[in-house]
């Protein structure tokens, strides 16, 4: 096959979910359909993702495991599938929001009875923002549901898109019969015969042959499907597959990953919907995923198990051409010309040392420390600089000093060292230096980390305070300088390691008085880093 070929076929997308609405078990199911695990129960347990907070040598020992099912490859239909797991749970940290950056597209999947639920609409905003297909799959309808339609609109109001449902279901719960697909008009029964089949037989059937389908679901479902498609044919967004691919309209699926329902339904139309390699922004225009020369950006540092060898795991998402074990490629940020070293993949459950790979693949190599978050890796003869990931907000603030004085500089280093890995982010008072340190992170588990790398690796014992700020905001334009803007007595202005300001917040109500009370005041979110 010819390295178009390769790329075409790929396929690489990110889960995201709010804890316990599924994602795990879909993901599970999507795997047993490729043939890539032959038992349900393969994929990372909740045994293992529930590890307890503080015991971060439990954790070392399970970041193996986080480490090969952090992405996951498998063919389907001709097809080349990357899964990008995205860690929720206690795992929950920047990390998560990094992963979404390699990712072309994302599957949102929701719990029937909950909808929107926190971490989908913190990891929704990330996909938002870069434009990406968005795919729902609202699980669980085997028990009892919202309904759909509210469901529906919930999406459409709070995420701003469009919405398309591609099947829509008939009941829930007990009396769940299955879904309609609106484009075959046909009915995927869900009958205790079907039920943990891989295949489910489709039945077609015309809204308007209401022997058959009083036969198959009963009159009274009959007589509300018949309604709700009329509605739905009438009013909802129509398909418009441009819109689903610039991120404004989002095929909805509705099933249930436990029993296997409409995973497959979904998994195929999501496969024919959703795009290749998207090409990706650099200093100098984009670049094309199907051109011929290498190119790759850092997106996660995973340090590594191993105490003995102090060695790190980069991941990088190939983003152009194909790459090669033996040949040398071009570290852009270090300038040097360097083998990537131990190029590995994961399929499914193991890691295995590849040959060769292609845009759209994640490849994880060997870090002897070179790599920072971010970094283009490219064929020398055609140098590119990809647009450097975000830096995200960090929901999490603590002050930190070191126990002993004496170590003031193990502790400086050790803080900034860790800061520049991406783990967690460091903040100080304005003019301040290095005299109160604050840290700020995205999930606390972090801070577990950082005190613990601190001590294990720097030597140096930590004391901390936990701020009860909760937001923070990069200052992208201001009318006046900071010190002189009209702010709530309890926000903070402070500087990230680059120089730049922010604000920090109490609560939403700050930050919209802040941005009221000083006309021309941009804030973000985010900061974007070149
Ligand atoms: P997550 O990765 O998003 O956190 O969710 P996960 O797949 O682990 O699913 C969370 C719980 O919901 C699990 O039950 C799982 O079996 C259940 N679940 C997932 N999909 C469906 C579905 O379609 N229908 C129903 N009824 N349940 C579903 P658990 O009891 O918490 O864990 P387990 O002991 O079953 O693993």
Known sequence: ??????????????????????????????????????????????????????????????????????????????????????????????????????????????????????????????????????????????????????????????????????????????????????????????????????????????????????????????EKLVEDIELLDGASYEFDLDAVRAGELSPVFFGSALTNFGVEPFLENFLSMTTSPLPRE????????????????????????????????????????????????????????????QPQQMMAQERAIINEAFAGDIIGVFDPGIFSIGDTVCAAKHKVQFEGIPTFAPEHFSVISQVDTMKRKQFTKGVTQIAQEGAIQMFHAPNSGMEEVIVGAVGVLQFEVLEYRLKNEYNVDIRRRDLSYGYIRWIEKTPRKPDELNLASDTRWVQDFHGKDLLLFNNEWSIRWAEQKNEGLELSEFSRNW
């Open 1 to 222: 096959m010819d390295y178009r070929q390769e790329i075409e076929r790929r396929r690489t997308f990110a889960i995201i979910s709010h804890p316990d609405a599924g994602k795990t078990t879909l993901t599970e199911k999507l795997l047993l359909y490729g043939g890539a695990i032959q038992l349900a129960g393969s994929v990372k347990g909740k045994a293992t993702a529930r590890h307890a907070v503080s015991d971060w040598m439990e954790l070392e020992k399970q970041r193996g495991i986080s480490i090969t099912s952090s992405v996951m490859q498998f063919e389907y239909n001709g097809y080349c599938i990357n899964i990008l797991d995205t860690p929720g749970h206690q795992d929950f940290s920047e990390d998560t929001y990094r992963t979404l950056m390699a990712a072309d597209s994302a599957v949102m999947v929701i719990d029937a009875a909950k909808g929107i639920e926190p971490q989908t609409r913190k990891l929704f905003k990330i996909c938002a923002m870069r434009h990406i297909p968005i795919f729902t799959f609202i699980n669980k309808l085997d028990r009892e549901a919202r309904d759909p339609f509210e469901l529906m609109e919930e999406l459409e109001k709070e995420f701003g898109i469009g919405t398309y449902p591609v099947n829509w279901p008939i009941g829930c719960g007990h009396d769940f019969k299955g879904v309609f697909d609106r484009d075959r008009r046909e009915i995927l029964a869900f009958q205790e015969f079907h039920r943990g089949q891989n295949k489910i037989s489709a039945i077609e059937c015309e809204l308007t042959d209401t022997e058959r389908l009083d036969e198959l679901i009963g009159h009274l479902m009959r």
């Open 282 to 341: 650099t200093a100098d225009g984009e670049v094309d995923p199907m051109g011929e020369d290498f190119s790759a950006f850092v997106f996660k540092i995973q340090a590594n198990m191993n105490k003995a060898h102090r060695d790190r795991i980069a991941f990088m998402r190939i983003c152009s051409g194909r790459f090669e074990r033996d040949k040398e490629y071009l570290h852009v940020q270090g300038g040097k010309v360097l083998k990537l070293a």
